[in-house]
């Protein structure tokens, strides 16, 4: 592993970190950092949206706040592979959710997803953006 791919490594890492971030405090326009303007996200395990980014975003804006700001997400093993061009990366990255919601009494409640983030990267002008992005879930509990 040569310096440029550990660069690449870490430009991947820390825009899955500014995705986790932005869904996590609800800073959604933090979003157009980790994904290309035409990236195609797919939500439907977790019983969301399949979409363009550009319809996914206001989506979420929209549906997360019934898990209030209480959320806080937990990357784990990343997984990245390099396509032969070096210029596009396969990346998985295990995750945990904890969310608080309202438990309809009042109160509050914890709901917990666990999973996989599937990317794909690719390399821009910008830096590394996500161009898909599908959630695999695992695992829930509390819902």
Do not use: C
Not at 47 to 74: I, Q
Not at 117 to 125: A, G, K, N
């Amino acid at each position: 592993m040569d310096l440029a791919e550990l660069i690449d490594r870490t430009e991947i890492n820390d825009a899955l970190i500014r995705y986790t971030i932005a869904i996590d405090t609800g800073e959604f326009d933090r979003l157009d950092t980790v994904f290309t303007p035409d990236a195609q996200i797919d939500y439907s395990e977790s019983g969301g949206l399949v979409g363009a980014f550009p319809d996914v975003k206001p989506w979420l804006a929209e549906n997360l706040p019934a898990f209030s700001k209480k959320r806080m997400h937990t990357l784990g093993q990343v997984g990245i592979t390099f396509a032969n061009t070096k210029d596009e990366a396969r990346v998985t990255a295990y995750f945990d959710n904890p969310m608080v919601i309202s438990d309809g009494a009042g109160g509050e409640r914890v709901v917990e997803v666990g999973g996989l983030y599937h990317h794909t990267f690719v390399r821009t002008e910008d830096g590394w953006r996500s161009r898909r992005l599908h959630e695999q879930v695992v695992w829930t509990r509390g819902f």
